[in-house]
Each structure stands twice: as C-alpha cells, then as structure tokens.
Nanobody, 126 residues
Framework: QVQLVESGGGLVQAGGSLRLSCVAS????????MGWFRQAPGKEREFVAT????????SYADSVKGRFTISRDNAKNTVYLQMNSLKPEDAAVYYC???????????????????WGQGTQVTVSS
C-alpha cells in the first residue's frame, strides 16, 4: 500500500507560480511511476504530467508543456509539480497518483493508477 499526501496548493494571480508536493509512504517509492492529474468543477479528471522511477523520462499534457515541470526526490519520497505562468484555466483540484510499473514506463490515464492522494486546491485569479 502507498499513501500519498499533497500540499502546496493555494490562491495565485494569473502569471504566478506554485509548487505542489506529494509525499508518499512506503519503502518502494523509488519503483513507482508518479503522475499529476487535475479536476475542475464539472469536468473529468485530466492528465497533467508523469515521471518514471528514475526521474526520466517525463511527459506532459500539451496544455501545460513549457510551463509545468514534474520532478522527484526518491530520497525524500516526494514528487513535485512546479507550475509557472499560471492561467485561470489551470484552476482545479490537483491530485498525485502512483503505481508500480516496469522501469521507464509512464502512465497517462487515471484508470492506470491504483494509489491517489486527497488532492490540493489551486485557484488562479485573473
């Protein structure tokens, strides 16, 4: 079992930055692929970014490419999402997710992840 706890959400003006963190329990964090998803009111949960065991490769949704960066520190059991140049349409509850997969593989859909955090709210004012 893996437990995930997100933090770092909040209110930011358009153009600003936030860094989300997700701390995982368990001794096998370094063997889990990690992902960030988001869900706005009335919308489906959507993929934001994913990162493999070692930190490379990574992959991003087109809507955040060039503005968001996913990274991980396996020594701290933590995955990060650095969000720059935030837009009002980035506002959502952000979730981190984890699952165990072979080395180098990335996961892109919610159904592929077994473990989820409780989410952290990101609000972007225009």
């Amino acid at each position: 079992q893996v437990q995930l706890v997100e933090s770092g959400g909040g209110l930011v003006q358009a153009g600003g930055s936030l860094r989300l963190s997700c701390v995982a329990s368990g001794r096998t964090f370094s063997t889990y692929v990690m992902g960030w998803f988001r869900q706005a009111p009335g919308k489906e949960r959507e993929f934001v970014a994913t990162i493999s065991w070692s930190g490379s490769p990574t992959s991003y949704a087109d809507s955040v490419k060039g503005r968001f960066t996913i990274s991980r520190d396996n020594a701290k059991n933590t995955v990060y999402l650095q969000m720059n140049s935030l837009k009002p349409e980035d506002a959502a509850v952000y979730y981190c997710a984890a699952d165990a997969v072979p080395a180098g593989r990335l996961l892109y859909t919610p159904g592929e992840y077994r473990y989820w955090g409780q989410g952290t709210q990101v609000t972007v004012s225009s």
